[in-house]
């Protein structure tokens, strides 16, 4: 007959195991919190970095000479920007240089940021990007937006603002404090005032002596005006009225002529512009210019001030607000 008690033994040794097994889950699962729970293995060890991403490694401290070369490659690429703002002569001009520059400072920040400066340096550094975020958010945009709003019309009025800006002022005295071996700028003008240029009033700016035809001017516009007369957009001849003033001028050469007038403070002579608070308009009469040798003709204007912001009055007004880029040049 078969012997049934094997059989017993390994359901017994089974059982034992089974209980075993239990137990143990049973007490990995009810640990005490200061005991160390198993964890699987990872799937792959790929999976875990080594190191954390090189964006937010740290680099280096730079030597005494990588560190000047940072301060060299910003000048480089400042200094031009800053340039190209103070020689801009329109409004456009001016807002464009504007957009260069903060980009330029903005990529400073980003290079400021991105090293580690000798031991030494940490204090100044921290100024530096500090000094050039306040430039990046604040005193940059003042001028883009000045310019936007035909408020600083040429470079020389816009240089000028940003020379007596907080932001360049703090940027300036960072910059005082470097010592040798390191030196930067200075990257803007020193502090000056607005310049406020202007013209005689009556004074022809552009075609004297073209004919005998002549002009009449009265400035209401509360700003001095240069006033053009143009064929087409080519102006032939402008004659430059004070504020609140009369003027008339004789030279004018025959022909049917556009006139236009624009306004503000600060007249450049070399450009034929305002470099600040600009207005330009277009009048509706037309302008025919005749000379017969007995009789010449006299052109009477009277400037308003006119506010682009408003639509023109009637259907057919003597004077409307136009874009700098319509006046002629």
């Not at 903060?102 to 991105?114: D, I, R």
């Not at 800006?165 to 703090?170: I, K, P, R, W, Y």
Request: aromatic fraction near 6%; proline fraction near 9%; glycine fraction near 10%.
């Amino acid at each position: 007959m078969p012997d049934l008690a094997k059989p017993r033994k390994l359901l017994v040794v089974s059982a034992v195991l089974v209980l075993a097994i239990a137990a143990v889950v049973v007490y990995l699962t009810t640990r005490p919190d200061d005991e160390p729970v198993a964890e699987p293995a990872p799937s792959s060890p790929a999976s875990i970095p080594a190191s954390p991403p090189s964006s937010t490694a740290k680099p280096a401290p730079l030597d005494p000479a990588g560190y000047q070369k940072l301060l060299t490659d910003l000048g480089t690429a400042i200094t031009p920007a800053v340039q190209q703002l103070e020689q801009a002569t329109t409004p456009s001009a001016v807002r464009d240089a504007g957009a260069n520059l903060g980009t330029v400072v903005g990529k400073a920040v980003e290079q400021l940021s991105a090293a580690t400066p000798p031991g030494a340096m940490h204090g100044t550094h921290r100024s530096l990007i500090s000094d050039f975020t306040g430039l990046y958010n604040s005193s940059i945009p003042k001028i883009v937006s000045g310019a936007t709003e035909n408020k600083l019309c040429g470079g020389i009025s816009a240089t000028a603002a940003l020379s007596r800006d907080q932001g360049v002022a703090s940027l300036r005295d960072t910059l005082s404090k470097l010592t040798s071996p390191y030196h930067l700028g200075p990257l803007f003008p020193d502090a000056h005032p607005d310049p406020n240029r202007g013209a005689a009033n009556g004074a022809v700016v552009l075609g004297a002596g073209g004919g005998k035809n002549t002009i009449s001017v009265d400035n209401r516009s509360g700003t001095d005006q240069a006033v053009t007369l143009a064929d087409g957009l080519h102006p032939v001849f402008t004659v430059y009225v004070k504020a609140g003033a009369t003027a008339s001028a004789s030279g004018i050469a025959d022909g049917i002529y556009t006139a236009f007038s624009t306004g503000g403070t600060d007249w450049d002579a070399g450009t034929g512009r305002f470099t600040r608070d600009c207005s330009f308009s277009k009048f509706s009469q037309s302008a025919s210019m005749k000379d017969n040798g007995y009789t010449h003709t006299n052109l009477d204007l009277t400037v308003h001030k006119i506010d682009p912001r408003e639509l023109p009055s009637g259907p057919f007004p003597p004077q409307t607000a136009i874009e700098p880029v319509e006046y002629p040049r």
